[in-house]
């Protein structure tokens, strides 16, 4: 059964940086496409970043600013946040897929406020 857990999420200024991880377990997931997602009130959840091996993609909302990473031997997947808007207040999941089984953490909440 593959588990993540996020953390890092937190209260910031706007302009301010962040950094959040997704602890993984259960299987190898260097084979797996890794991604972050986010939900804020009222609204769907959308898709912010994914890794596929090293190749990254993003919501354009986030480019330049936004960075996704893995390290497969920590089995971790970070994402880091600069340039903190308001706008990017919401619940960020840590979201995992392969061969059609999709998994997710619980979220953790990221809030951007002066």
């Known amino acids: 059964q593959v588990q993540l857990v996020e953390s890092g999420g937190g209260l910031v200024q706007p302009g301010g940086s962040l950094r959040l991880s997704c602890a993984t377990s259960g299987s190898d997931l260097s084979m797996y496409v890794m991604g972050w997602y986010r939900q804020a009130p009222g609204k769907q959840r959308e898709l912010v970043a994914t890794?596929?091996?090293?190749?990254?993609n993003y919501a354009d909302s986030v480019k330049g600013r936004f960075s996704i990473s893995r390290d497969n031997a920590k089995n971790t997947v970070y994402l880091q946040m600069n340039s903190l808007k308001p706008e990017d207040t919401a619940v960020y999941y840590c979201w995992a897929t392969l061969k059609m089984f999709n998994y997710w953490g619980q979220g953790t909440q990221v809030t951007v406020s002066s």
């Open positions: 890794i596929i091996n090293r190749n990254t």
